[in-house]
């Protein structure tokens, strides 16, 4: 996807005024915000809850977990909300690509 696209779709990132609070709770503890639907940010997908933020940092594997427990435990809010940012924006990308009928090849996928 283009570069300018996806600025754009990060620009429409609007996080919400207690998202580094809420963020915080969330990386301590994922598996207990699964299904929480408290509002993270909003974007032109609509809203990015802390059970969303929850199943992406699902994704990462444990000690990567742990790694940003404890660099975001006591990072500025401007940090966690660019790591929530981050997270939004991954997934405008991917509803984006599904959207076109965008994925990996065949072959790419024999490598998974």
């Known amino acids: 996807m283009p ?3 996806i600025a754009l779709l ?11 609070a809420t963020a915080r709770v969330v990386i301590a503890d994922p598996d207990a915000h699964r299904t929480d639907n408290s509002t993270l940010g909003s974007s032109v997908a609509g809203n990015f809850t802390a059970g969303e933020l929850a199943r992406w940092l699902q994704t990462f ?33 991917i509803r984006a690509a599904d959207s ?10 024999k490598q998974l």
């Open 10 to 20: 990060a620009l429409r990132n609007a996080p919400r005024c207690d998202a580094a």
């Open 61 to 93: 594997p444990p000690m990567q977990q742990a790694q940003q427990r404890g660099q975001l435990a006591n990072a500025p809010d401007s940090v966690v909300v660019m790591f929530v940012k981050q997270f939004v924006t991954n997934d405008l990308v």
């Open 3 to 5: 570069s300018a696209i």
């Open 100 to 109: 076109l009928k965008v994925g990996p090849t065949p072959d790419e996928l």
